[in-house]
């Protein structure tokens, strides 16, 4: 074999050599998912210890560089419809998940025997089989408007003193009742609740609470009487 070709092969060998130590070095030093952490839904409503489950096994020792963190957060949303926003980021080799939950302020009680959660955006979200949450009821014949809700909660939910002791509401597009925690029926229209709640709430803090055990309802549509049975 002549020197020349002996050189040739020698090059082709310490080429070859090292390609493959590069190629080892590389695989070696691929940054992997070493942890997962979720912060943020102290409500409990997104059940994060399912989430946490199912980001594990999908992502743990997954190559960082490879990561769809978009892909991530959308799927979340899409599966878990009590999540308002969310943002994953990799920080120091662990997947970080930030979660900003959906804020339910009451629960609608609608047809046969429809319910949904009712978020503060006046958005609806399905009942959960998971959680139960202490909120206002709502009923009605159908599912209300997101206008005629703002315009019948907004202004229980704000009054220092009704949203203490107004436990359901029924609504529909013509009539409004309060269910307080004496038992009593306050009436009104959606068109004159908030000029009304002042005087509900003197018409209940007057009375004692025997006289207002003697009643089932108080009527407050009718222009400077109540009437009450």
Do not use: W
């Not at 946490?52 to 957060?73: G, P, Q």
């Amino acid at each position: 074999m002549s020197t020349r070709i002996k050189a040739v092969l020698s090059i082709l060998f310490v080429t070859l050599v090292i390609t493959v130590g590069i190629l080892i070095q590389s695989q070696y030093s691929i940054l992997r998912v070493e942890g997962i952490l979720i912060h943020g839904d102290t409500t409990g409503i997104v059940h994060i210890s399912s989430l946490k489950e199912e980001l594990t096994e999908a992502y743990l020792e997954h190559s960082i560089d490879s990561l769809d963190l978009r892909f991530i957060e959308e799927r979340a949303k899409a599966e878990r419809p009590y999540i308002r926003t969310i943002e994953c980021y990799v920080l120091s080799g662990t997947l970080h998940v930030d979660i900003v939950p959906k804020q339910i302020i009451a629960r609608i009680s609608y047809g046969v025997n429809d319910s949904k959660y009712l978020c503060a955006d006046y958005t609806t979200v399905p009942i959960s089989d998971r959680f139960s949450l202490d909120v206002i009821m709502v009923t009605s014949p159908k599912l209300p408007p997101p206008e005629l809700l703002r315009r019948v909660i907004i202004p229980v939910k704000s009054h220092s003193f009704l949203s203490q002791i107004v436990h359901s509401i029924y609504l529909d597009r013509t009539i409004v009742r309060l269910h307080v925690l004496d038992g009593i029926q306050l009436i009104t229209t959606p068109d004159q609740l908030t000029s009304h709640l002042g005087v509900m709430e003197r018409f209940l803090t007057t009375l004692s609470p025997q006289e207002i055990h003697l009643h089932t309802s108080a009527d407050f549509r009718f222009d400077n009487q109540i009437i009450c049975k």
